[in-house]
């Protein structure tokens, strides 16, 4: 009993030898299936990776698929604006569902330095924001923290740098509790996080610091919800957004019912989870994703079958060259099914082969490409780069696809051929008709 695993795996690995070594025979036609497989491999991966590192659970942004935003907000609907703390604290804040929410400006351009002149005055992308980001936006501190409450509330101004602007500014790291000037502004700094990919737009910045503590409590008048802000909400689980956007949907209602009955506050359908806010471009209007879904499918079934047509035409022509072999093995009693399952045995192994060359072009791709790829106009100036994370490019998720694909490439490209091969005649296999 103990050697029949070892006989069936003896078996597999002959039949695979051997189906190398016919391989090896036609070397151009291998070449050139190897190819072909390889760049539609390379097409579908570079479409899901920057799909994973977009939406994906991919640090620092690491709650994605659970956190809800609001960016757009209107009066009336003839105003239109981005959102504000104020509006996060009456219609977010305390909602069941809600672990934390927080607000957050553009990163926008600014000036530091260290104080009194004594070191080099750097152009930064820094962000407003509050201590809860911190949570939102699970960042790694390489030195000190994020943001206290008592420097929220007590209005200390206090700012969190990026470890490219710590070194270009003190020439180490390590520099939690040192001070800068930010804008002509003494701040101290709580904390130093690794560098962030443009790619995380939301997280993304150089230098993070405390807005006025005030925006969450003053309403000087109609327009004070709207501001220059994003909200981001982190839900208990993925099941709740539903019911936490009713929540915001119907404290929104009781605003326009009371203190803005005669300006009513306008959010559409927010709030967005994170595919629906990267492509909710206009503030008047939210993205239609029915349509961004089916063009992405679409692009999908055109990468995997246009590839698939041409290598299907070329494995028929693979088949012909061996008709007389499909006569030979017939007459000595092999049976259709076992002649198919030798043609997609072959077949799978020049689509492997195309499979990893098709993952490494995937990478370069990407790589060469990532600026296209991620970019959008709000990075225009930006000091940022678009570094690609380790974590998201290798996990086994991204190795399963790629076997998938390799899988349906070659059932979609040998299974009609070999069929079509093995339903001829003996008599017209053996004379090559």
Request: charged share 15%.
């Amino acid at each position: 009993m103990k050697t029949q695993p070892t006989t069936h795996l003896s078996r597999h690995f002959a039949l695979c030898l051997q189906a190398w070594r016919l391989v090896r025979t036609q070397p151009v036609l291998a070449a050139v299936s190897v190819l072909g497989t390889a760049f539609a491999i390379a097409m579908i991966m570079v479409i899901v990776l920057t799909w994973q590192l977009k939406y994906s659970d991919v640090y620092p942004e690491t709650h994605r698929s659970r956190t809800l935003f609001v960016s757009a907000l209107g009066l009336a609907n003839r105003s239109y604006d981005y959102s504000s703390a104020l509006f996060m604290r009456d219609c977010v804040e305390g909602l069941p569902g809600v672990e934390t929410c927080t607000a957050y400006s553009f990163a926008s351009d600014a000036l530091v330095t260290l104080p009194a002149g004594s070191g080099q005055r750097l152009r930064v992308d820094a962000k407003q924001t509050d201590p809860e980001f911190w949570r939102v936006f699970p960042f790694r501190f390489v030195s000190g923290t994020g943001f206290s409450q008592a420097d929220f509330e007590s209005g200390r101004p206090s700012a969190v740098l990026c470890e490219s602007v710590a070194r270009r500014l003190f020439g180490r790291t390590d520099v939690a509790g040192e001070y800068i000037v930010l804008n002509r502004s003494h701040m101290r700094v709580a904390g130093v996080v690794p560098d962030v990919s443009l790619t995380a737009r939301d997280a993304y910045a150089q230098l993070w610091w405390l807005y006025p503590y005030s925006e969450r409590h003053t309403r000087r008048n109609y327009t004070a919800y709207l501001g220059d802000m994003t909200v981001a909400m982190l839900v208990s689980s993925r099941d709740s957004m539903q019911a936490v956007r009713a929540g915001v949907q119907r404290r929104v209602k009781l605003l326009n019912e009371g203190a803005m009955k005669d300006t009513p506050l306008w959010i559409g359908d927010q709030p967005d989870d994170i595919r629906t806010h990267l492509n909710h471009v206009w503030a008047n209007v939210g993205p239609d994703m029915t349509m961004f879904y089916a063009e992405h499918a679409l692009l999908l079934l055109l990468v995997l079958l246009v590839p698939a047509l041409n290598l299907s035409g070329l494995n028929h022509s693979r088949m012909q060259q061996r008709c007389r072999e499909m006569g030979v093995r017939k007459a000595f009693g092999a049976t259709r099914l076992s002649l198919v399952l030798r043609m997609l045995r072959e077949n799978m192994l020049l689509t492997l082969a195309g499979g990893l060359v098709g993952l490494a072009l995937s990478y370069l791709a990407l790589y060469l490409l990532r600026g296209w790829l991620f970019f959008d106009y709000a990075d225009t100036g930006s000091q940022g780069q678009y570094s690609l994370s380790l974590q998201a490019l290798f996990s086994p998720t991204v190795f399963l696809l790629a076997f998938l694909f390799c899988f349906v490439i070659n059932v979609l490209s040998a299974t009609v051929p070999a069929l079509v091969a093995t339903r001829q005649p003996i008599a017209e296999a053996l004379n090559g008709k």
